[in-house]
């Protein structure tokens, strides 16, 4: 390996922002960071195939299936790295590639169409990658309580579920604390106390 | 020379398998080690005293370079170059073998929860940044 062990990179930590097309994906990774294209891959589409955010390209050959990607620089010590998984389920092979060595996910739900986070929460649930379920407010009122939303989704008891506003930098970003804090309490067990409360 | 208006691919057969047009560029290779180059992996340009065969660099492989001056994540430069990730990847290992490319070592093992003192820092930094 021709690694350069004597420059020092900044930690690089990847977080997955999951959840059904327009739960407002692209709306966060946005939001709370700068926001880069990232082309992943030009793959063939069929004339017929159908699409939901590519309407007007059908007659093309080829599709580049584009990301978001996001960064938050932490300092000099830390990077944050936001992927928004492609939301099309003929994408998927696009996943096991961006999970790996993730921190964990964000999957975002729209209480109008709770099912569409359903593959997202097996997805993360099957590798046990830590992850959060952010139910997205943007309409301005909740259709459920966090317990419904719990239920609906049949989540275990130690998965966070909090309500945000995607459009919200503020917002967005205490997710990725409860995201973040999720994965300490995870990783510390006991020893876990919560940044920026007493003892 | 293809267009949209072009639908008879006769020279294409099943066992063609998909044409992209842009990995043209990369002799029709396709993702060679994803684990190499990770997206969050960082790369820097060698010096150039350190290659041994420029001569055989592309255009294509010289933009990667020019991108990579400073230590620089795989997301980041393949934004940048506006190539394909699965692209950038091909050249990069290109670049690689010529010597022209480092691969930096990460400052946490893939797979790993970063220290408890970086969490908290990201945290505070999220929070106040």
């Known amino acids: 390996m021709r690694d ?18 327009g739960a407002g994906k692209t709306t966060m990774v946005g939001t709370v960071s700068e926001i880069l294209p990232l082309h992943t891959e030009e793959v063939l589409t069929s004339a017929s195939a159908h699409s939901d955010d590519l309407s007007g390209v059908e007659a ?49 739900a729209d209480t109008r169409r709770l099912a569409d986070s359903f593959p997202s929460i097996d997805y993360f649930e099957r590798r046990r990658i830590p992850f959060v379920v952010a139910v997205n407010c943007f309409h301005g009122h ?16 130690d998965v966070p579920v909090v309500l945000t506003d995607a459009r919200d930098r503020k917002s967005g970003r205490e997710v990725l604390v409860t995201l973040i804090e999720h994965v300490r309490a995870i990783t ?10 007493p003892g | 020379m293809h267009t949209d208006h072009d639908d008879a691919h006769e020279w294409l057969d099943a066992e063609a398998g998909p044409l992209v047009r842009s990995y043209a560029v990369t002799g029709g290779r396709a993702r060679p080690g994803a684990g190499l180059f990770d997206l969050v992996t960082y790369v820097v340009a ?3 005293g350190q290659r041994r065969n420029a001569v055989h660099l592309q255009p294509e492989h010289r933009a990667i370079l020019e991108h990579a001056r400073e230590p620089i994540s795989v997301a980041e430069l393949t934004s940048r170059a506006g190539f394909a990730l699965g692209v950038v990847r091909v050249l990069l290992a290109d670049l690689l073998d010529e ?15 970063p220290d408890d003192d970086i969490l908290q820092a990201v945290i505070l930094g999220l929070r106040h940044a």
């Open chain 1, 142 to 157: 909740q259709q459920f309580e966090i317990p419904a939303v719990r239920n609906a989704l049949s989540l275990d008891p």
């Open chain 2, 99 to 113: 010597g022209a490319v480092i691969r930096m070592a990460p400052a946490v093992a893939p797979g790993h929860v």
């Open chain 1, 4 to 21: 350069d062990r004597a420059r020092s990179v900044p930690t690089a930590i990847k977080i997955l922002v999951a959840g059904g097309f």
């Open chain 2, 46 to 48: 060698a010096p150039a």
């Open chain 1, 188 to 197: 510390l067990g006991q020893a876990h106390t919560v940044v920026g409360t």
């Open chain 1, 60 to 108: 093309k050959r080829t599709t580049t299936v584009t990301m978001d990607f996001g960064r938050i620089t932490i300092g000099d010590s830390a990077v944050l790295y936001l992927f928004g998984t492609p939301g099309q389920d003929r994408f998927w092979f696009l996943w096991d590639e961006l999970a790996i060595g993730a921190l964990g996910a964000v999957v975002l």
